[in-house]
């Protein structure tokens, strides 16, 4: 889909670029060869100038130039052309205030999961994420990269798909787990666990250093992750629907790795149980 993008180039919107794929003009390939769509000169200008960057840039895999250019509602369709480097991730933090700890951090490829926890091993995910070219979050612009960049201080320059702009377009919306459930993504063992549950969990593990504690919130936050993979998919598919190219672009819907760990529902109760007693309940 992306060779067959003209969005991020200076001066052409969705309109104009409806208007060159009707006339023919359906990839960059055929925009360098001819152009036999009447434009206003200035935008005839900018096409014509800005397709051989365009490949330069591409067959750099550089995704950013196209990341930079594109609104944000457009940053699905980079997703068939780099998924080989593609990093899903999701953090879990003590909370939702800006000064709140990153507790732990998931990334997974489509082929492995890695995970990474505070006060173990979570400066390695400084030195693995650097090894992709894009990220796919949900909210993550507002939510997981600041606070990441903010943690580690550093910059994440790599593209980035927010998968909430998109779904939000398709009329997905209400959050992670709403979107999940409208598409038929299932969170087997983990349906009574959430953002707040996950918070608790964190501090059983460092209150009472208890193993299970830890292991079902990592599950929790490895099930957040792997299904960004499946809502990337679905939203890649459902947009490519409303393009002239869903019939030759189109992505199977992949299937869900396991999940090396299992929530612990004891220790679920508990520390709700818990929290309860603490507010008088």
């Given amino acids: 889909m992306l060779r067959n993008t003209f969005c991020h180039i200076p001066g052409i919107g969705e309109k104009t670029e409806k208007r060159l794929w009707t006339a023919g003009i359906i990839s960059w390939d055929t925009a360098a060869r001819s152009l036999s769509v009447q434009l206003p000169g200035p935008i005839q200008q900018s096409l014509s100038r800005n397709i051989e960057e365009s490949i330069r840039n591409y067959e750099r895999r550089n995704a950013r130039y196209f990341a930079e250019n594109m609104e944000n509602k457009h940053h699905w369709r980079l997703y068939r052309d780099f998924q080989d480097c593609c990093a899903f991730v999701d953090i879990e ?103 707040f549950v996950a918070v608790l969990l964190w501090n059983d593990y460092k209150k009472r250093r208890n193993s299970k504690a830890l292991e079902t919130l990592l599950a929790y936050n490895i099930q957040d992750t792997i299904a960004l993979h499946v809502l990337m998919v679905h939203t890649y598919n459902e947009m490519v629907k409303q393009t002239p190219f869903s019939r030759t672009h189109s992505i199977p819907t992949p299937s869900l790795p396991p999940i090396p760990f299992e929530a612990d529902h004891d220790t679920v109760k508990r520390v709700c149980r818990h929290l309860l007693q603490s507010w008088g309940y």
């Fill in 93 to 195: 933090t003590t909370g939702l205030h800006p000064q709140a700890e990153i507790t732990t951090i998931v990334l997974y490829d489509g082929r492995s999961i890695r995970f990474y926890v505070n006060g173990q091993n979570l400066d390695h995910f400084v030195r693995d994420i650097q090894e992709y070219r894009v990220l796919v979050t949900y909210s993550g612009k507002h939510f997981d990269v600041p606070r990441i960049e903010r943690y580690f201080g550093i910059k994440l320059n790599l593209a980035h798909i927010d998968l909430r702009y998109p779904l939000n377009r398709l009329g997905l919306d209400g959050g992670l787990k709403e979107c999940e459930r409208r598409v038929g993504i299932a969170r087997p063992g983990l349906e009574g666990i959430n953002g």
